[in-house]
């Protein structure tokens, strides 16, 4: 089974930053999918950002330019950099692993842009 914990989380003014991290446990992630994915009051979970096992990243259009996606498969841990964070960057933030057709997810953790 694995376990995702996210963190890093909080709440920031606009145009300020934040780093999420999430760790996995297990041996299958260095060949996972990971994801970053958000979700607002009253709104359907989106994709923010993905990265695949060779390094290839994928961005929402809302957020290109701004956050980073990375990992570091020593230490099983996958990290988005939000950069110029906006209001409209509020919501949770969950991790998603992603390997042989199967999604587990994270718990989740809270980011508040005031403005």
């Known amino acids: 089974q694995v376990q995702l914990v996210e963190s890093g989380g909080g709440l920031v003014q606009a145009g300020g930053s934040l780093r999420l991290s999430c760790a996995a446990s297990?041996?299958?992630?260095?060949?996972?999918?990971m994801g970053w994915y958000r979700q607002a009051p009253g709104k359907q979970r989106e994709l923010v950002a993905t990265?695949?096992?060779?390094?290839?990243?994928n961005y929402a259009d809302s957020v290109k330019g701004r956050f980073t996606i990375s990992r570091d498969n020593a230490k099983n841990t996958v990290y988005l950099q939000m950069n110029s964070l906006k209001p409209e960057d509020t919501a949770v933030y969950y991790c998603k692993l992603t390997v042989v057709l199967t999604d587990y997810w994270g718990q989740g953790t809270q980011v508040t842009v005031s403005s």
């Open positions: 297990g041996t299958i992630f260095k060949i996972a999918t």
């Open positions: 990265i695949s096992r060779g390094g290839t990243t």
